[in-house]
C-alpha cells in the first residue's frame, strides 16, 4: 500500500526505491537521494534489539532511518505519508521515538 505512493515519484517529486541494499541489510524503501530509509515493521519487530542493530549501521552509514508501524500504514497512510515528507524536507529534524514512530536523523544518538 505504502508502495502504491512512493513509486514514480509520487510523493512530492520523491524518487523512492524498494528493497535498497545497505551493507547487508536491506531497507522496505529508500529515498537515495535525501538518504532516508523507510521501513514499515509488524508487531514481530516489538523490542528487537536487531532493529536498533540495523538503525545504527544504516544512521552510521549516512542514512536517516523512520520506522512506522505496519497497522498505522494501513489505518494512517495519509499522516504517514506526511511524516516523509516533513522529514524530506527538513521540518522534522530530530529523533523521534513514539509508539507509532520512530525518526533517527543521520548523525543523530543512538539509544
Same mark, same amino acid.
Given at each position: +500500500?505504502l @508502495?502504491?505512493e512512493?513509486r514514480?515519484?509520487?510523493l512530492n517529486?520523491?524518487k !523512492? *526505491?524498494?528493497? !535498497?541494499?545497505?551493507?547487508?541489510? !536491506?531497507?522496505?524503501f529508500?529515498?537515495?537521494d535525501d538518504h532516508?530509509?523507510v ?7 516489538a #523490542?528487537r =534489539? =536487531?532493529? =536498533?542493530?540495523?538503525? +545504527?549501521? +544504516? *544512521?552510521? #552509514?549516512?542514512w536517516?532511518?523512520?520506522?512506522f @508501524?505496519n497497522?498505522?500504514?494501513l489505518? &494512517?497512510?495519509?499522516t504517514v505519508l506526511?511524516?516523509i *515528507?516533513?522529514?524530506l &524536507?527538513?521540518?522534522?529534524?530530530? &529523533? *523521534?521515538r513514539?509508539s507509532d514512530?520512530?525518526f533517527i536523523?543521520a548523525g543523530e =544518538?543512538?539509544?
Open positions: +500500500m @508502495w502504491a512512493l514514480g515519484r509520487r517529486g520523491y !523512492f *526505491v524498494r528493497q !535498497f541494499p545497505i551493507g547487508r541489510y !536491506f531497507a522496505d529508500a529515498c537515495r532516508l530509509i521501513e514499515v515493521d509488524g508487531s514481530q519487530h #523490542n =534489539s =536487531s532493529d =536498533s542493530i540495523r538503525d +545504527m549501521y +544504516m *544512521v552510521a #552509514n549516512g536517516s532511518v523512520v520506522r @508501524w497497522t498505522h500504514v489505518q &494512517e497512510c495519509e506526511e511524516t *515528507v516533513a522529514i &524536507e527538513k521540518r522534522l529534524t530530530g &529523533e *523521534v513514539t514512530l520512530t536523523p =544518538s543512538h539509544d
